[in-house]
């Protein structure tokens, strides 16, 4: 399984697709992912609205995947809110996913990245498949 390995965004998108069974779609929703194996997926997140690039055109499908990105994808595959707009940690202030990180704490599918404080969330930092393991446990109630 690799747990410590980092895993790339196009991993995360087979992962999520098979999870919400997604069907294939017929657009191309980005211009660098022809030649991924997660090709497939990739349309098949975007077109249900899940997935967005690393720019307007691009999805980078070999690039590692972000805690605050982790927190987006989630958000918007499984609909986590954050009722109370509280604000969990201090390290994701003014961070374009807050909202969505915020509300992946409010489901407890998050605690936070430095234990015992856990006041942090450490957005900028790639995600392994061991933890994106277990925010998949915690966010399917397994």
Do not use: W
Not at 64 to 90: I, K, S
């Amino acid at each position: 399984y690799c747990p410590t390995r980092k895993i790339t965004r196009g991993e995360m998108a087979a992962f999520l697709r098979r999870d919400l069974e997604l069907p294939d779609v017929a657009e191309d929703f980005f211009t660098d992912d022809s030649e991924s194996v997660f090709h497939a997926d990739i349309n098949a997140l975007a077109g249900a609205g899940v997935a967005f690039g690393c720019t307007e055109t691009e999805y980078c499908p070999n690039e590692p995947l972000l805690r605050e990105e982790l927190a987006e994808l989630f958000v918007l595959a499984y609909g986590f809110e954050n009722p109370d707009d509280t604000d969990f940690f201090v390290d994701d202030d003014g961070n374009r996913f807050e909202a969505a990180i915020n509300a992946m704490a409010s489901n407890e599918i998050t605690l936070g990245c430095n234990p015992p404080e856990n006041d942090q969330y450490c957005p900028q930092r790639e995600l392994n498949r061991g933890e994106m393991a277990s925010f998949f446990v915690r966010a399917l109630g397994l």
